[in-house]
C-alpha cells in the first residue's frame, strides 16, 4: 500500500534482484564450467558498482548476506566430527600458514613504498584464511569428507583464531599500545570459547535435542527443533563475535557439535538449515562481488594488486602446503590443502575495512586488498575443478 | 571482529532473540492448547514495549517479518488450485464484508464522539482481513483443503482488494480529492495483475520450470529450481506493491500459479519454501506482538477498544457468515467463514498507520486499532481449536 516511489528501495525489489543475479550466476558458472561460487561472484561484479550499479552494499543486503555466511558455516559444521578437525598437524599447518603471509605481505608492501603501518596492515590482511568459501567449494564437488578438506577446515578455524589475533597485534603495534596480557586475554577466551561450546554442544545441547525429540507437547511442532537448531548456530555465531572471533567461526562450532544428533519424530533441521543456506548463502556470494568496484583500480594500483595475490597464494602454499608435505601427506593433497587454504573471501575484506576506518591504509590499498581477495577466492575453485579434483566430481 | 558495545544490536543477537521468543511461543501455545500463532504473538508482547522492551520494530526485524509474511502466504498459495479460490460466491461474501464492517465503524465511532474523517478511517480499519493469521491457523490444524478454507482464502484475498479500494476512497474523501476515475483505474490495475499474474504463473512459469528440470546442465544444481521459485515469489510480491495491493497478496498468487508444478529431477522448491517459512513467518508473528504497546491504553480509550472489537468479529459474521448461510454452504461452515474472516492482523495495523502518519487520526485511535486486531487475531484460533474444529485435528 505504499507508493510508486518507494519500489526500488523495497524488500520485494532487493529479493528479487538479489535471487536473479544469483540465477545468473549458476548460468554463468555452468557456461564457463567453473564452481557456482565463482560465477554467483561474477554476476555480484556485473550488477554492483564496478559496472551496471544495479544493487548496492546497503543495510538489507548486507544484514542478509551475514545470515548467509553464518548459516553456510552451520550447514558445513554439520558434516564434520569434532575428531575429525582438531589434529596437532591442522595446528601446525594453520600457525605457519599465518606467519609467512604475514612477513612476505609485509616486506612486499615495503617493496611498493608503502610505509610501515600499511605495512603491516597489508601483512595481516594476507594471514586470515576464508572458510566460507573453500568450504562451499568443496561441498558442492562432494568433496567434504576428504582427508584434504579436513585439514582444511581444522586448520582454517585455528586460522581465523590466530589471524584475529594478528589483527589486534597489528592494530596495538600501529597505535603504539602492544602488551603480551591483552593478547593473551585473546587467546584464553578464544580457546574457552571452543572448548566449553564443543563440550556443550555435544552434551547439553544434543541432549535437549534428543529430548525434545521424545516429547509429545513439542513434536505435536515438528518445526519446533528446526528453530531450536538455528538460534544454537546464531547463539553461537554471537558469542563468537563477542570475544572478538568472527561469528561464522561460531556457527561452525554450533554445527559440528550438533553433527551427532539423530532426530525420530521432529523434522530433520539440517535439511531445514540446508534451505537456508542455498538462498542466503546465494546472496552471501552476489554480496562480495558488489563489494568490489573496479573504479579504483590505476595503473600503478594494478601491478601492486598482482603482486599481492600472487604472494597471497605462494605463501598459502610455503606455508601450509609444505608443512603438510613435510607431514607424509601426499603431494596431491598437499597441493589441495595449500591452493585450498589461499581464499581470502570476507576475512581480508573485513581486516583491510577495520584498516580503513582506522586511518591506517588508505582507499587504493583497500581496493587493493579487496580485489586480491577476490582473486585468490576465484582462483581456487577454477584449479580444483579443472586441476587437483579433475574427473572426480561427483555429480 | 567488533567490539563489545555493538552486540546488542548484531544481527546475531537478534536471530537469538526472535527465535528465543518463538520457541517461548510454541511453549505458551502448548501450555494454554491454542494454536502456535497465538503463543507467538503473545510471546512478542511480553518482550516488545509494553513490558520487557527487549525488542523493538526497527529496520532489522521489519524486513524479516516483511520477508516472513512473503514466504507464508507463497506456501499457502502453493496448497490451492487457482479455481477452487475463484467462485461468485466468495465475492459476495468479500464485498459485503468490506461494506458492512466499513459502515458500523463509521457510526461506533461517532458514537465515541471521534470527529467524521476519524470515523471514517476506523471504519476503513475494519474492512480488511488477514490472510496470513487465519491461514496460518488452518495449515497448522491441517484444514486448509476444506471447503471453508477455500471460501475464506478466496474471499480474504478479494477482500485485500477491495479493503485497498476502501482505503483509497477514505483517503480521497478525507483529503477532498475523491474522484471516480482514480477508483475504475486502481480496480483496473488489481484485476489485470490477478488476471495475467495468473495466466502467466500457470503457462509460461510452469512451463519453464518443467524445462529447467529436465536440463541436465541446471540439475547440476540441484538449488536452481528453489531459488527460481522464490524469485518468483518476491517478483509477484512486488508487482502487487507497485499497483498498491499489499505484498502477501502477490506472492500468494505466485503460489497458487506454482501449485500445477511436479518436480522429476530437481529438488522439491515448495519443501525449500516451508522450511523458509518457519523461520521467517515465526518472526513475522513475533513482531505482531512486538507493534503493540500497551502502555497507550487508558480507561476511556479501553471501552472504546472493547466496543470495536466486538463490532470487528459482528460485522464480520454478518458480512460474511451470512450471506455464506444463505448460499446454503452449512451453519458451521458458514460460521467459519465468519469467524475465519475476523482477523484484522497485520492489514489493519497497516492502515492506521497510514491514517497516524497522514495525520487523520491520533495516537490513541491507532493504538485502539492495533489492539483491536491483535484481539480479533487471538480470537478465531482460539474459537477454531475449542469450538468449531474441536476434536477434529490432524497431528
Redesign the interface.
Known amino acids: 500500500?505504499?507508493g510508486?516511489e518507494g519500489?526500488i528501495s523495497?524488500?520485494?525489489?532487493q529479493?528479487?534482484l538479489l535471487?536473479?543475479v544469483?540465477?545468473a550466476g549458476?548460468l554463468i558458472?555452468?557456461m564457463i564450467n567453473q564452481s557456482?561460487v565463482v560465477g554467483i561472484i561474477l554476476a555480484g561484479i556485473v550488477v554492483g558498482p564496478s559496472l551496471l550499479g544495479w544493487i548496492t552494499y546497503g543495510?538489507?543486503v548486507s544484514?542478509l548476506a551475514?545470515?548467509g555466511a553464518?548459516v553456510l558455516l552451520f550447514t558445513v559444521g554439520l558434516h564434520f566430527k569434532l575428531e575429525e578437525i582438531t589434529k596437532i598437524k591442522y595446528v601446525v599447518i594453520a600457525f605457519l600458514g599465518i606467519l609467512i603471509p604475514w612477513i612476505a605481505g609485509y616486506f612486499i608492501a615495503q617493496l611498493f613504498n608503502f610505509d610501515s603501518d600499511a605495512s603491516i596492515f597489508i601483512g595481516t590482511a594476507l594471514t586470515a584464511t576464508s572458510i566460507a568459501i573453500t568450504a562451499n567449494v568443496l561441498k558442492e564437488m562432494g568433496k567434504l569428507e576428504t582427508n584434504a578438506s579436513k585439514a582444511i577446515i581444522g586448520a582454517a578455524i585455528i586460522d581465523d583464531v590466530l589471524s584475529?589475533l594478528a589483527?589486534s597485534v597489528s592494530v596495538d603495534i600501529v597505535e603504539g599500545t602492544f602488551s603480551a596480557s591483552a593478547i593473551v586475554i585473546t587467546i584464553t577466551k578464544a580457546i574457552a570459547f571452543l572448548g566449553i561450546g564443543a563440550l556443550m554442544g555435544q552434551t547439553v545441547f544434543t541432549r535437549i535435542m534428543h529430548r525434545l525429540d521424545q516429547i509429545t507437547?513439542?513434536n505435536?511442532?515438528p518445526?519446533?527443533i528446526?528453530?531450536?537448531a538455528?538460534?544454537i548456530a546464531?547463539?553461537y555465531?554471537?558469542i563468537a563475535?563477542?570475544i572478538?572471533?568472527?561469528?561464522i567461526v561460531?556457527s561452525f562450532l554450533a554445527g559440528v557439535s550438533l553433527a551427532r544428533v539423530k532426530l525420530v519424530h521432529c523434522m530433520s533441521f539440517s535439511?531445514?538449515a540446508e534451505?537456508?543456506q542455498?538462498?542466503f548463502a546465494?546472496i552471501f556470494f552476489v554480496s562480495l562481488g558488489v563489494l568490489v568496484d573496479l573504479h579504483e583500480i590505476t595503473i600503478e594500483i594494478l601491478w601492486f594488486i598482482l603482486a599481492l595475490t600472487a604472494i597471497a597464494v605462494v605463501t598459502k602454499l610455503i606455508g601450509c602446503g609444505l608443512p603438510a608435505r613435510l607431514m607424509k601427506i601426499s603431494t596431491r593433497d598437499s597441493l589441495i590443502i595449500g591452493f585450498g587454504m589461499s581464499p581470502r573471501g570476507e576475512v581480508a575484506m573485513?581486516?583491510a575495512l577495520?584498516g580503513l576506518n582506522k586511518r591506517l591504509i588508505e582507499q587504493d590499498i583497500y581496493v587493493a586488498i579487496v580485489i586480491m581477495s577476490l582473486l585468490t577466492t576465484i582462483l581456487t575453485p577454477i584449479l580444483f575443478r579443472n586441476w587437483l579434483f579433475k574427473g572426480q566430481e561427483e555429480?
Open positions: 500500500m505504499e510508486t519500489i523495497s524488500i520485494e525489489f529479493m528479487v535471487l536473479f544469483s540465477l549458476y558458472a555452468s557456482a543495510d538489507f544484514s551475514h545470515l553464518v584475529l589483527l507437547l513439542i505435536r511442532y518445526e519446533f528446526f528453530i531450536f538455528m538460534m546464531f547463539f555465531a554471537m563475535e563477542l572478538g572471533l568472527s561469528a561460531g535439511d531445514g534451505y537456508l542455498i538462498i546465494s573485513i581486516v577495520i555429480t
